[in-house]
């Protein structure tokens, strides 16, 4: 059974960071394109960063620059290193693993439940 468990969101004040943990259980995360959401309210969701199998990444331009996404393949764990955050940050956050190396997320097929980060100004 696949299952992806996020954790690592919280609290922040505004040029804050935030480091982001996925464990990955049922698959190996270094046999799959993983990815990191967000979603905030009212808004859809939008894909952030993504890294492949051998650790080629991409990134919204939305975070790039502030974020950071790896892997530890012996931890069988994604990450997603968020620095210099915005209020605009603020989202709930979701990763995600599938057999497509994009930011589009119905191209995901395994789904985390989140974590939250909020971040004040």
């Known amino acids: 059974q696949v299952q992806l468990v996020e954790s690592g969101g919280g609290s922040v004040q505004a040029g804050g960071a935030l480091r982001l943990s996925c464990v990955a259980s049922?698959?190996?995360?270094?046999?799959?394109?993983m990815g990191w959401f967000r979603q905030a309210p009212g808004k859809e969701r939008e894909g952030i960063a993504s890294?492949?199998?051998?650790?080629?990444?991409l990134y919204a331009d939305s975070v790039k620059g502030r974020f950071t996404i790896s892997k530890d393949n012996a931890k069988n764990t994604l990450y997603l290193e968020m620095n210099s955050l915005k209020p605009e940050d603020t989202a709930m956050y979701y990763c995600a693993a599938g057999y497509v190396f994009t930011l589009r997320s119905p191209d995901y097929n395994y789904w985390g439940q989140g974590t939250q980060v909020t971040v004040s100004s």
């Open positions: 049922g698959y190996a995360v270094s046999s799959v394109y």
């Open positions: 890294i492949d199998r051998f650790s080629t990444t």
